[in-house]
């Protein structure tokens, strides 16, 4: 049972038999835009980051249209985007990536075409600074060498405006580098200390919040082939790195990509819960899946490789969010092309949606702790409290959710009125989000 108390309200959600009655689908129209005219304004302090776009977003490789591509994103309610994953893990690349560099980096560069100041005004740049990091991963980092290449970077493609870039990406998955190299490097493991450098150093060139992400890696590695027996070793290697890394960030998630892995994404808000309370006083963000396992060519033990459905990407997003985060990142999405089937559409639906509440989002929050398949969380603005509720689950078994108490309460999706003594069925991935002065 998941509880979520106020001054004059009692949400009580208990999970139903799957014989029930019938519920309506969860492929019910996203929030209309009349619907959420009284919403907050949208707050960009709700992170929306694009980690690398379909191919074709940018135009030809050679001859890019920064602008267009731009605009296109932020017209998906995405208000960040960062350029390192333009090469997907299939090891395909869109070819864009080597005009965010200076020239040493690539062929291609910023001083020929330059998107820093194709995004300004447009949308904000998460810069990567891990392809400025010279050194193999278990060797400590040149402090000095890296501060000045960073310094380059600024001088060459932003003309010394750093406002150009709004964070920087410190490092992607580090405790999971560290796993795999006790296994493959064990004398010489990968160095811990030098994310806590890299953050340091970009910090005093770039003064801005450093971004770290980990991996979901303890709920993974059954999927990748780890041994029951190796499970427990691993994941406490992931541990210690874990808690030797973290305080290097100012924005603080992990990835957890379940989707045609197993039938829920509960694990999506399990992850964006603990980034929430291992990232105290900082901003916590999730990881959500833009891809499906075959566009990666990697194998699964479980799954075929499709992707993700619209209430699946839908149930993620709102599953992370009722976790405490703060910020949603889309990865995967390089290896799709512009038209490629529904998944881009279906993803920037979602977006677009959740941009319409990032106003209610960034507002003081609390998080029911609450560890089953229907999440709750509560968010004040002024008098009115909104109330997000999302059923993990995609069980044929629906949620009940049942009202209690005084005041008036609506639906933000269409403005309709909630009776207190009604109760409503929430379907398997389905999602709600209600208003009242509560």
């Known amino acids: 049972m998941a509880r979520l108390t106020s001054h004059a309200l009692l949400l009580a959600l208990v999970a139903s038999c799957g014989s029930c009655k019938s519920t309506p689908s969860s492929t019910s129209p996203l929030a209309s835009a009349d619907a959420s005219a009284s919403l907050p304004a949208p707050d960009p302090a709700f992170l929306l980051l694009a980690a690398g776009a379909p191919v074709g977003t940018f135009g030809p490789a050679d001859a890019p249209t920064f602008e267009a591509g731009f605009d296109a994103l932020r017209a998906a309610g995405f208000n960040a985007f960062m350029p390192f994953f333009l090469t997907t893990e299939a090891g395909e690349s869109a070819g864009h990536e080597g005009w965010f560099y200076a020239g040493e980096l690539g062929p291609r560069s910023c001083v020929t075409t330059n998107p820093y100041d194709a995004a300004r005004g447009r949308i904000d740049i998460v810069f990567p600074a891990q392809p400025l990091v010279a050194e193999p991963p278990n060797e400590p980092l040149d402090r000095a060498a890296f501060r000045a290449r960073l310094a380059g970077f600024v001088k060459t493609c932003l003309h010394g405006d750093r406002s150009l870039v709004k964070s920087v990406y410190a490092f992607d998955e580090p405790a999971s580098g560290y796993v795999a190299s006790t296994i493959d490097t064990p004398t010489k493991p990968f160095v811990l200390a030098n994310v806590r450098a890299v953050a340091d ?6 003064p ?20 029951p027996a190796d499970v427990g070793p691993l994941t406490e290697r992931f541990e210690k790195a874990v808690a030797e890394t973290a305080p290097a960030a100012d924005v603080y998630g992990f990835d957890a990509y379940p989707i045609d892995l197993v039938p829920d994404v509960t694990v999506v808000a399990e992850y964006a819960q603990r980034a929430a309370q291992i990232a105290v006083g900082k901003k916590p963000i999730a990881v959500v899946q833009g891809f499906g396992y075959a566009d990666m060519k990697m194998p699964q033990p479980v799954g075929t490789g499709r992707r993700p459905t619209r209430d699946e990407l839908r149930a993620s997003a709102w599953a992370a969010i009722a ?17 490629d089937g529904p998944l881009w559409d279906d993803l920037r639906a979602v977006v677009t949606e959740v941009a319409r509440y990032s106003g209610v989002l960034t507002a003081p929050s609390s998080v029911d702790p609450t560890t089953g398949a229907v999440r709750v969380a509560r968010f004040t603005v002024g008098e009115d409290v909104y109330v997000v509720v999302v059923n993990t689950s ?7 959710i049942a009202w209690s108490g005084s005041g008036g309460v609506r639906d933000t999706a269409d403005g309709s009125a909630v009776a ?11 999602v709600r989000v209600f208003v009242g002065a509560l």
Do not use: D, N
């Open 323 to 339: 976790g405490g985060a703060r910020g949603l990142v889309y990865y995967g999405q390089s290896a799709l092309r512009v038209g």
């Open 394 to 400: 995609a069980k044929e078994a629906s949620a009940e």
């Open 420 to 430: 207190l003594s009604t109760s409503l069925s929430l379907p398997p991935f389905g």
């Open 201 to 206: 150093e970009a910090r005093a060139v770039l």
């Open 208 to 227: 801005v919040p450093v971004v770290l992400v980990e991996a979901a890696l303890p709920w993974a590695l059954p999927f990748v082939g780890a041994s």
